[in-house]
């Protein structure tokens, strides 16, 4: 194939912001994975040469505006952990799936952390911990995630 | 530097209202998004209504027969009272009631952060919306707008805990104001004086004070008055009379009566 099919991480993008804004029942929203995070931290582990803080801050910046949340919040979550991300890549390939997950949970937490702490400027009251939960389902989910997004982005040589 | 870039925009959203134009756009460009998620559930409502049967259309065909029999009935009474309070209302020489101009709009989504609870809906500018218009539902107040994009704007619902509204109960007309606590079932009346008479099962009515919201609309109903004579107020608990979370269709109040004024407050953010 000639195109590197750069057009595949696009779809991703859009396709991780329609599942940070689907409905979800009321009582669950607490658990929704941070898609976004996970989108960031698979790509610039998966092109680092390529990918970086750059465009986790623009994936971030167009989160905010499409949840309405403050402007700036998850661009400035997101750039962190890609800058955590970019430092690391490099062990996180070695890693078996076990610290991979370990690894991921830190990173969530990290973005979770940074957005709570906007919250908290914003005054809105966090109840203990809560506010980590992403960080579980998302370490969760980065299992099934991250094999299968390697598997078609390395079967449409996106580069 | 992005970080920088992004801390610095984070206060000038924080600070100022520079990025409000900015962040109405976005409430327009968002909505395709929020309208695609919701599609599984209107294929499913569309089926549900498809394949209903035919006794349970009688059925309910029947019942709204009867409801609009009912309602009509007491639409009657309410233009000769109508009638009766725009004459008193002429003798006392105050101002006269404004007929509000109400329009429908469509839930297409809610916000994604469960700290916040705000709505989208399909209604925007070009159907003359602004910042501040009342948003209700069937049975009450639910929020207003704050962020007015071209074709979908963004409300605030009463229960956030950044929003507050003035309120009186009907039964003798004492003010108070109704904070979001950011459940979506309680409201809180705090500072209210140890002495006031207020009630369990007393229902609150928007008081127009602060000139957004207008007077009148059902807000919610005590069902809890914490009465501690340690302490120098009274706390109620209200539940919101509007159903925060199940409303598919609200309406959106843009008559005369939303002066832009200031008012009663958001606490926070916006």
Known sequence: MEANNRWFIAVTVVVALLLAVMPLPYQWLWFRPAFTALLVIFWVNYMPQSLGVGFAWAVGLLEDLVTGAAVGSQALALAVVAYFSLLTYQRTRAFNMGQQLMWVFILVGINQVLGNWVHSLAGKPVSGLTFLWPAVTSALLWPWIAPWMSGVAGRLHVK | MLGLAAVVLIAINHYTDWLQPLRERAAGLAAPLYWLTGAPERVGTWAGEQLRTREELLEENSRLRRQVLLLEQRSQQLAAVKAENTQLKELMNSAGMVDERVLVAQVIGVSPDPLEHVLLIDKGRDDGLTLGT?????????????????????????????????????????????????????????????????????????????????????????????????????????????????????????????????????????
């Open chain 2, 134 to 270: 009342p948003i209700m539902d069937a049975s009450g107040l639910l929020g207003q707008v704050i962020e007015a994009g071209g074709s979908a704007s963004r409300v605030l619902l009463i229960t956030d805990s950044s929003h507050a509204i003035p309120v009186q109960v009907l039964r003798n007309n004492i003010r108070a104001v109704a904070e979001g606590t950011g459940d979506l079932y309680r409201l809180k009346l705090r500072h209210l004086a140890n002495t006031s008479d207020i009630r369990e099962g007393d229902l609150l009515l928007s008081s127009g004070l602060g000139g957004r919201f207008p007077a009148g609309y059902p807000v919610g109903e005590v069902i809890a008055i914490d009465r501690d004579p340690g302490r120098p107020f009274a706390e109620a608990e209200v539940v919101p009379r509007g159903r925060m979370n199940r409303s598919r269709f609200v309406l959106a109040v843009v008559g005369e009566s939303n002066a832009s004024g200031s008012g009663d407050k958001d606490l926070g953010s916006e």
